[in-house]
């Protein structure tokens, strides 16, 4: 099989790192051998990386015409939407139509990106004396961004349109898992004009993680993964005083009051947690539920869970596809596991298929459990699969003291019918982000951040913009 290149410093090279294969999880086979950056490719890269940003092609280049090229990579991906779709599909299981309205979502962020880099604005400051007061924002310099394997279609255009709107340049490592939509990102970078060296995708394991993190050339780290490794990150990184974005895990509650649109409750509990296989930070993994409508919504929610087809992701039918990866699959079976030793009660799922036609991809079915307190290990670790626990609460006190009893702090939703209450509970609960009587709904203009260890620093929105620059204050007298 052909080893695929990465891009650095506007070239396409094998580089001289061992070269690694990536999986399609839904049957097991080799989708393509990709090359792997070493240390000596990286260190070239980021000097690449320092002189074009420096050079006038890019340092010179007005917020408009840079909005141009944004603009332009908006519309590549689009162009190539069906193309793309079928590529992340195949290596990271992901169905059809989520890989498609990902991609949807990523050209319009480049699009977004374009219009604030063309609208940012510095400020004046009031003066006080003899001078007027500037206030310029100014790119970081050269930034790496480390993704992960889980949506790399929207993730990796999150980095990317907020990096180079801000007039940065940037190197990003995608996950050693799912390589492949960042190098399709390379090449309609190329093609949508960004000058050789703004852009460079390298391509390789943690080691190469490690290696931009601590690499004394990358003025900035963007990170999205685990908080263990975020962890890790912040610690070299506050070594070298290098600024970081960190979006981590969570361990999301979603809230179901009594008074609630029950069955309009249940669909979206139910896709607050199982749509790309609960693979999302924000899965609505810890279920509360009002005890008075324990009985009747646990039904419902079992039925829905039943209901949903496990399939080759390709399919129109397929409401689940594989896990990311067997080694995967394997984390999340053992979560399940110890949770049932623990004493929970399984009230739908937790087995491996037994269908022979999924028997050769990472396939896991939609996992309900019950029975275990809230401090629970099941309830307060971060599975990143199809699996959720349903907990009871009886008074709102109660509610919130639970849900905000965890480490981590990155979304929530809330069901009630009442305005009041709604306030009331989405005002108590630690996170970074709270839906009412809806879960899941994104956008690129609303910032998005982590509470407590789910993150530092903002993601979307203006504010994802102006993590990438910093402030020059001019004093000119007069």
Not at 326 to 348: C, N, Q, S
């Amino acid at each position: 099989m052909i080893t695929r290149p990465f891009l650095a410093d506007g070239t396409w090279t094998h580089g001289t790192g061992t070269p690694f294969s990536t999986t399609n999880p839904a049957d097991g086979t080799i989708v393509e051998t990709v090359a792997a950056a070493s240390s000596e490719d990286l260190d070239a890269a980021v000097v690449a990386a320092r002189k074009a940003f420096s050079d006038p092609s890019w340092a010179d280049l007005r917020p408009h015409a840079r909005a141009r090229l944004l603009y332009r990579m908006g519309e590549l991906i689009d162009r190539d939407r069906p193309r793309l779709a079928q590529v992340q599909l195949r290596d990271n299981g992901k169905t059809l139509n989520e890989c498609s309205t990902m991609l949807e979502s990523a050209a319009n962020t480049f699009r977004y990106y374009a219009a604030a880099c063309e609208t940012h604005q510095g400020a004046v400051p009031p003066a006080r004396g003899a001078y007027m007061n500037l206030a310029v924002d100014v790119p970081v310099g050269v930034v790496g961004a480390i993704t992960p394997w889980n949506s790399p279609a929207t993730l990796e255009a999150q980095k990317l349109a907020p990096i180079l709107a801000a007039g940065n340049a940037v190197l990003l490592k995608p996950s050693e898992v799912t390589p492949l939509i960042a190098l399709e990102y390379a090449a309609l970078s190329q093609e949508a004009g960004f000058p050789p060296g703004i852009v460079s995708v390298l391509t390789g394991g943690i080691e190469l993680g490690r290696q931009m993190v601590s690499h004394p050339g990358i003025d900035m780290i963007s990170f999205t993964g685990g908080t263990r490794a975020g962890k890790l990150i912040a610690s070299e990184a506050g070594l070298q005083l290098k600024p970081v974005v960190l979006e981590l895990g969570g361990k999301s509650p979603h809230i179901v009051c009594a008074d609630a649109d029950l069955e309009a409750a249940a669909r979206a509990v139910a896709i607050g947690i199982f749509a790309g296989t609960g693979q999302s930070c924000v899965a609505g993994s810890r279920i509360f539920v009002e005890h008075s409508i324990l009985a009747e919504f646990t039904a419902s929610l079992v039925d829905i869970a039943k209901s949903l087809e496990l399939g080759a992701p390709e399919e129109s039918t397929t409401d689940l596809g594989p896990l990311v990866s067997f080694g995967h699959r394997e984390v999340v079976h053992g979560h399940v596991l110890r949770a049932v030793a623990d004493g929970a009660t399984l009230l739908t799922g937790g087995d491996l298929p037994a269908d022979p036609k999924l028997s050769a991809g990472a396939y896991y079915p939609p996992t309900l459990l019950t029975g275990l307190p809230n401090s629970s290990d099941i309830c307060q670790q971060e599975v990143f699969g199809p699996v959720a626990v349903v907990l009871p609460f009886d008074d709102d006190a109660n509610l919130i003291a639970q849900a905000n009893h965890s480490d981590f702090g990155l979304a929530s939703g809330v069901w009630t019918k009442s305005l009041e209450r709604a306030w009331r509970i989405a005002d108590g609960l630690q996170a970074g982000t709270c839906w009412i009587n809806s879960y899941k709904n994104l956008s690129i203009s609303a910032p998005f951040q982590g509470h407590k260890q789910s993150g530092l620093g903002r993601e979307k929105g203006l504010d994802g913009l102006r993590q990438y620059v910093q402030t020059k204050t001019v004093f000119w007298p007069v």
